[in-house]
């Protein structure tokens, strides 16, 4: 996963050497000396992420983080302090500061490639659903974001801890907020609660007696009522890897051991929050979208949701110069299916189809129904090698798991379906796009149907 870097550091060669360690890693790097500098490059291209040294003249980190919050354009932006401060308390300061994590130097370098990665899978994905609200016309990019009072306060926290002197401080700590807070000590008791009941954050020591906490955060990503519950772990300092591969997993924040109560408090509310804002978010999209903007047959969004979402994307293509990938994908011999085991099959076909074509998709990316068997799919900072490989799963999934069909020999019925792929880090209109896609699906059909063609500029 590749994303835009902005170092800040008013030392030359710590700049110089964080740009060689994270252009290896092939994320684009940009640097500024100053937080006054940092501001105003965030002001022109706003990066994935800002690497943020504290002890600077003029404007320290602190409060170089501080305004990234106050700016509703930023207020998310991922905010990494890097620095040789190490006392709890400064850490504590930078994460009221709003920032995101607060690495000490020296940096383990794998830990710093795992929370960076981590923090831009989640800012791809908050991205993505205000981009949407948006989209639905209920989303001003310029109100405020700022969260209501005490949004942070009075969660529903699940604690998986084997030693009970741990879990009663981690308890005790909590109160403070008027926290709500569930303790088990069994990784199957943990998994049948998060199932159960919505929980606002889950704390995890990573061993839990003899288990692995890992396969706790492993089991709660894999699952749609738990995907997106914010994970803390409780890690010790020497066990880096295990922290590192929890991080990849999908942990959202880690605390190392011996737990400073006051950052534990200052971590648990930061994830409250943002799960809060998410659930915000989403439950206003979902009640702005009204029945114009969907397929009645599979629930997807239609052609005209479509065309103003790829609007959209188009000026993040502008924005940002990442790539963006279009997939047209048009059921093959579909009159037939009708014509044979009649229009309640062909019904089966497309609602199965929108199922496969959405679970072969990123939880960012975006499937619609663009009319009859037609169907469209966007994929935001994709290029066009990555959604080819995309493109084919899904093609080979559709051809060799045929699909259930009442009516048809032995309830199953065989279909395929043909792709065209456009992809662009030029901004053009979005209709435009959409062609060359359409014009790269024609050939596909031309040339046998069942296939994925790309149009050549798209894999340059």
């Not at 069994?186 to 919505?198: C, D, F, V």
């Not at 955060?217 to 409780?234: A, D, G, K, M, N």
């Not at 020497?238 to 880690?254: E, H, N, Q, T, V």
């Not at 068997?373 to 093609?395: H, I, M, N």
Request: hydrophobic share 40%.
């Amino acid at each position: 996963m590749s994303a835009r870097i902005l170092v800040v550091d008013d030392i030359p060669a710590n700049v110089r050497l964080l740009e060689a360690k994270l252009a290896a890693e092939y994320f684009e790097v940009v640097s500024a000396a100053s937080g006054k500098e940092a501001l105003e490059l965030i002001e022109k291209q706003i990066p994935d992420i800002v690497l943020l040294d504290v002890m600077m003249p003029e404007m320290d980190g602190f409060e170089v983080c501080t305004r990234i919050r106050a700016n509703p354009k930023t207020h998310f932006l991922p905010v990494v302090m890097v620095t040789a401060l190490s006392d709890p308390s400064d850490r504590v300061r930078g994460l009221e500061a709003g920032a995101d994590d607060f690495l000490t130097k020296p940096v383990n370098d794998l830990a710093l490639f795992a929370r960076v990665r981590s923090l831009v899978r989640l800012k791809m994905i908050m991205d993505e659903w205000r981009m949407r609200e948006q989209t639905s016309g209920q989303f001003d990019l310029l109100g405020s974001n700022e969260p209501e009072v005490n949004e942070d306060r009075n969660a529903s926290v699940l604690l998986v801890e084997s030693f009970a002197p741990a879990a009663q401080r981690v308890v005790q700590v909590l109160a403070k907020d008027e926290d709500s807070v569930e303790v088990t000590d069994s990784l199957a008791k943990a998994q049948e609660l998060a199932a159960g009941k919505r929980f606002d954050l889950i704390i995890t020591n990573i061993q839990v007696g003899g288990e692995d906490g890992l396969r706790l955060c492993s089991h709660l990503r894999s699952q749609e009522e738990t995907r997106q519950v914010p994970i803390l772990l409780i890690v010790e300092e020497f066990d880096m890897p295990r922290l590192i591969k929890g991080l990849d997993i999908g942990a959202s924040d880690y605390l190392m051991k011996p737990i400073d109560p006051n950052e534990l408090l200052a971590r648990a509310r930061i994830q409250v929050r943002r799960r809060r804002y998410q659930d915000r978010l989403r439950a206003n999209y979902e009640r702005s979208l009204s029945l114009a903007l969907t397929d009645s047959l599979t629930g997807l969004y239609n052609r005209r949701y479509a065309m103003r979402h790829l609007d959209g994307l188009m000026d993040r293509v502008k924005d940002s110069g990442k790539a963006l990938s279009v997939l047209v994908c048009d059921l093959d011999r579909f009159k037939n299916v009708n014509d044979s085991y009649g229009h309640a099959a062909g019904d089966e076909v497309l609602k199965q189809f929108a199922q496969r074509a959405t679970a072969a998709m990123r939880n960012f990316d975006m499937v619609a129904r663009t009319g009859g068997e037609e169907f469209v799919c966007l994929l935001p900072d994709t290029d066009g090698q990555s959604a080819l490989k995309v493109a084919e799963r899904l093609c080979r999934r559709v051809s060799e798991t045929p699909m259930k069909v009442d009516g048809a020999p032995n309830g199953e019925l065989s279909v395929t379906v043909s792709v065209g792929l456009a992809a662009t880090t030029n901004v053009m209109p979005g209709d435009e796009l959409l062609k060359i896609a359409d014009a790269a699906l024609y050939r596909a059909k031309q040339s046998g149907r069942n296939q994925v063609v790309a149009d050549p500029s798209a894999l340059l």
